[in-house]
């Protein structure tokens, strides 16, 4: 029995999904949030199986939401709701280690079909768009074949790593993320000592010759 959260802040989509999870025998509860700060509040005072986010929701988007879980190590595994057959935030999400990613315009039979597998420990993706994750996990695979310890990084070091090799200044992540520059500047030395690189532009260097694999 699955114990699940769905994150939307259109009220509509809120209750069919709910209305259709509650039918399945194997939902125990399917609880709701509008907003992503609610969504937040939610996952990290209970103990979901499954969420389902909305990538864009008010006060918190679902990306943020699964940056924050990932770094905390939570067990609540992430899928995301989307209208947008966009590469970039496919890529985007997968790299805050969701397990699914769905498109609205098939959303009640994915949604269903996702949760079921995601349950299982597999991944699922809206077959529109599915030659994405063959794309992402051969960059994957590729950038860890030059860097293995790339894996040991979190969810927020990824991130960081990618906005250097687009040759940000650790002020502009700062006020990209909304964090303090000194945070990026930690970041940026634990990035350094995972990947054993030495040396004041080594970082650097690496992030930009790496950037199409990232």
């Given at each position: 029995?699955?114990?699940?959260?769905?994150?939307?802040?259109?009220?509509?989509?809120?209750?069919?999904?709910?209305?259709?999870?509650?039918?399945?025998?194997?939902?125990?509860?399917?609880?709701?949030?509008?907003?992503?700060?609610?969504?937040?509040?939610?996952?990290?005072?209970?103990?979901?199986?499954?969420?389902?986010?909305?990538?864009?929701?008010?006060?918190?988007?679902?990306?943020?939401?699964?940056?924050?879980?990932?770094d905390q190590k939570s067990?609540?595994?992430?899928?995301?709701?989307?209208?947008?057959k966009d590469e970039d935030?496919?890529?985007?999400?997968?790299?805050?280690?969701?397990?699914?990613?769905?498109?609205?315009?098939?959303?009640?039979?994915?949604?269903?079909?996702?949760?079921?597998?995601?349950?299982?420990?597999?991944?699922?993706?809206?077959?529109?768009?599915?030659?994405?994750?063959?794309?992402?996990?051969?960059?994957?695979?590729?950038?860890?074949?030059?860097?293995?310890?790339?894996?040991?990084?979190?969810?927020?070091?990824?991130?960081?790593?990618?906005?250097?090799?687009?040759?940000?200044?650790?002020?502009?992540?700062?006020?990209?993320?909304?964090?303090?520059?000194?945070?990026?500047?930690?970041?940026?030395?634990?990035?350094?000592?995972?990947?054993?690189?030495?040396?004041?532009?080594?970082?650097?260097?690496?992030?930009?010759?790496?950037?199409h694999l990232m």
């Amino acid at each position: 029995m699955a114990k699940i959260l769905i994150a939307d802040d259109h009220p509509l989509m809120l209750q069919g999904l709910k209305m259709v999870l509650t039918e399945e025998e194997w939902c125990s509860a399917c609880e709701q949030a509008k907003d992503g700060e609610e969504a937040y509040s939610k996952i990290i005072s209970n103990n979901y199986d499954v969420a389902v986010l909305d990538v864009e929701m008010p006060k918190m988007s679902g990306l943020e939401i699964a940056r924050k879980i990932s770094d905390q190590k939570s067990d609540t595994k992430i899928i995301f709701l989307t209208m947008y057959k966009d590469e970039d935030l496919f890529n985007e999400a997968m790299d805050c280690g969701a397990y699914g990613f769905v498109l609205k315009e098939n959303a009640v039979d994915d949604i269903i079909n996702c949760i079921k597998e995601v349950l299982k420990g597999k991944y699922y993706i809206s077959p529109l768009i599915s030659g994405y994750l063959v794309k992402h996990l051969n960059k994957k695979n590729n950038l860890e074949k030059i860097a293995p310890s790339i894996s040991n990084l979190t969810v927020s070091e990824r991130r960081i790593l990618k906005l250097i090799s687009q040759n940000k200044t650790s002020k502009e992540i700062a006020d990209e993320l909304s964090i303090s520059a000194k945070t990026v500047e930690n970041h940026r030395n634990n990035i350094s000592k995972k990947l054993n690189l030495q040396g004041s532009h080594s970082l650097i260097k690496f992030a930009i010759t790496n950037k199409h694999l990232m």
